[in-house]
């Protein structure tokens, strides 16, 4: 006997488990005669169906040769899976079983339906990319078959629904199905009822204006059934994934985490205009390595992620697109308090965290309604993740074109002046032409969208270079007011405070936005750096570059850590990595260049430096 197995990965498998080497077509074929109702096709229809992008005539020659390599491989069988005539194909189901076979199964209406909710979850055929249109067609055309016969099977289930262990089984199936359509009212309905009432839409019905997610909110006191009528839901929804908690230790409380997550992901799907991805997936996105890729897969706008810690349970929700942290909050999570207020906190992050979708939204829709100007964006804010002259020139060039599609794109002119900076900053030649063309840049962001952080962020950091010290601090303070959970503003904030001759505040800035962005970019370690060595702190300052990926920027900063507490041979090592890299590097013209507030932290700098020997 042979199991062909259709959900998850496609493949056929041996009665004692061993996989059988097949051709990816005779899979297919195998799938596509198992699901229909006669197990039997016309060759021409096989032929089609498997190569209906060439010529009739090619269609049928490869058909031929595919029988026929199905042939040798079945040819040690006692019972041949597959009976051949001139003109037909026909599947033997006495030989071959199915996992489809659960969808013609019987039992109790609860046990089919967490049968199939557990089969569909997995995908149909989801490791094979369609061949030809018709292939395509097909897989759409089952999942939607499966996706109604596990809606049918949740509406049989619920006569059993105060059964031990139901609710959990059909709130699954529910939010599966919810994931797949949002507009599904009937089914919302039906886990708003099972979750015992949500807190969410009691709020909306209450008036709460901030926790409505709406495109736009409510600006003339209307009613929510107004806001209804003039707010249309979006053809395509921004998707959500809650991703389960994750804790560096063995710890009592993950169940319960998990149980509260669970409970927010119940609460969102009060939501009209959010499609909020089913725990299942969540899972599996989190255990994946590759999770940007994963959640880029799946057009998903939002993360919630969450960690669990001897702290409490700290969540922080991320606008994928930018990689934006728009919200983050801890919450107490003690044994003791724990199981009677987790509705509580339940309640408290589904609310925060609809709010802050709510004020998200028209940023959202600005960006997707300028796909190639967003898409060119993107590729100049992944360039910028290194700071190197070649990356800082190519991102130029993304920003640049990305304005070409988009004259008034903002986030554009935010990343142009960042280019700027950064080249100003690793060349080290005090060229002000850079500095006022960030400037320039900056300002033309803030005048496009000045009710965004980036723009007065990057006029921040342009202000500090050119000098204008408490221009600067202004300038990031009035971004970090805008967006308070941006890592990136609160580093940049922490680097002029540096600046500013306040190294402690500074450190304590920049862990903050560590926790908030815990892999941190180099950038963050670096200002670290310069933080900790203002507060003659050496040790610190030197394992803060070591931490950096890439230590070009920071190699000064590390030789004259190392030169203060006299290892010689380390201080050498740095300076030789940063005269390779900058060999006009003149002390003096940069420290009069550098803008401090004050004093003794030039004539600090100035002895690290001349101790390394530059």
């Given at each position: 006997m042979l199991h062909?197995?259709?959900f998850g990965d496609l493949r056929l498998i041996e009665t004692n488990g061993d996989p059988v080497r097949y051709p990816i077509k005779g899979l297919l074929m195998m799938a596509h005669l198992y699901a229909g109702?006669?197990?039997e096709l016309s060759r021409y229809e096989l032929a089609q169906f498997l190569w209906n992008d060439v010529e009739a005539d090619l269609a049928r020659l490869n058909l031929r040769k595919l029988l026929s390599r199905i042939r040798e491989t079945d040819g040690g069988r006692a019972e041949m899976p597959f009976d051949f005539t001139a003109t037909t194909v026909r599947l033997n189901t006495q030989v071959v079983s199915s996992d489809l076979d659960i969808f013609r199964a019987g039992g109790s209406p609860l046990e089919r339906l967490n049968a199939i909710a557990e089969l569909t979850q997995r995908g149909f055929i989801g490791n094979i990319k369609p061949a030809t249109k018709l292939i395509d067609a097909w897989i759409r055309a089952q999942r939607d078959t499966q996706a109604l016969q596990l809606r049918q099977a949740l509406l049989d289930a619920l006569p059993d629904a105060q059964k031990p262990g139901a609710t959990r089984t059909i709130s699954s199936a529910a939010l599966q199905i919810l994931e797949r359509d949002p507009k599904d009212e009937q089914v919302r309905a039906l886990l708003h009822r099972l979750s015992g009432g949500s807190s969410l839409n009691e709020s909306l019905s209450n008036g709460d204006d901030h926790a409505r997610v709406q495109v736009k909110r409510s600006e003339a006191g209307e009613t929510p059934a107004d806001i209804e009528r003039i707010s249309p839901m979006p053809l395509i929804l921004p998707r959500l994934v809650l991703l389960p908690p994750t804790s560096k230790h063995a710890d009592a409380g993950?169940?319960?985490?998990?149980?509260?997550?669970?409970d927010v992901t119940i609460e969102l799907c009060a939501l009209r205009n959010i499609s909020i991805v089913a725990p299942h997936t969540a899972g599996q996105i989190r255990r994946d390595s590759e999770k940007a890729a994963v959640v880029a897969r799946h057009s998903i706008a939002y993360l919630l992620d969450t960690r669990l810690s001897e702290e409490g349970l700290f969540a922080q929700l991320v606008y994928f697109p930018t990689d934006e942290i728009i919200w983050a909050n801890r919450f107490a999570?003690?044994?003791d308090i724990l199981p009677r207020q987790r509705r509580l906190i339940a309640q408290q992050l589904t609310m925060s965290?609809?709010?802050e979708l709510a004020e998200n939204e028209e940023e959202r829709l600005r960006f997707e309604a300028n796909p190639e100007a967003y898409h060119a964006y993107l590729v100049g804010s992944s360039l910028m993740s290194?700071?190197?002259?070649?990356?800082?020139?190519?991102a130029r060039k993304a920003f640049k074109q990305s304005l070409s599609h988009k004259a008034d794109f903002s986030p554009s002119f935010t990343g142009l002046a960042r280019t700027f900076t950064s080249e100003w900053l690793v060349t080290a030649q005090g060229n002000n032409e850079l500095l006022h063309l960030a400037e320039q840049n900056a300002l033309r962001a803030i005048e496009r969208d000045p009710a965004s952080a980036a723009g007065h962020r990057e006029l921040g950091v342009t202000k500090l270079y050119l000098g204008?010290?408490?221009a600067s601090v202004a300038a990031l303070h009035l971004a970090e007011e805008l967006s308070p959970h941006f890592a990136d503003v609160i580093y940049s904030h922490a680097d002029t405070l540096v600046h500013a001759s306040?190294?402690?505040?500074?450190?304590?800035?920049i862990k903050k936005a560590i926790s908030l962005n815990p892999i941190a970019p180099d950038a963050y370690l670096w200002c670290a750096a310069g933080a900790s060595f203002f507060l003659e702190q050496y040790e610190e300052a030197i394992a803060y570059v070591e931490a950096m990926k890439d230590k070009a920027p920071a190699h000064r900063i590390a030789a004259a850590s190392c030169a203060m507490i006299g290892d010689r041979k380390r201080a050498l090592f740095h300076r030789q990595r940063a005269e390779s890299i900058n060999p006009v590097f003149d002390v003096e013209k940069w420290l009069a260049i550098v803008p401090f507030k004050e004093h003794w932290q030039k004539e600090l700098y100035r002895e690290g430096l001349l101790k390394a020997g530059f």
């Open positions: 062909l197995q259709t109702a006669s197990h993950l169940a319960l985490a998990n149980a509260l997550i669970e999570m003690t044994p965290v609809a709010r290194k700071l190197t002259l070649p990356h800082i020139r190519r204008d010290v408490d306040r190294p402690g505040d500074a450190l304590a800035k």
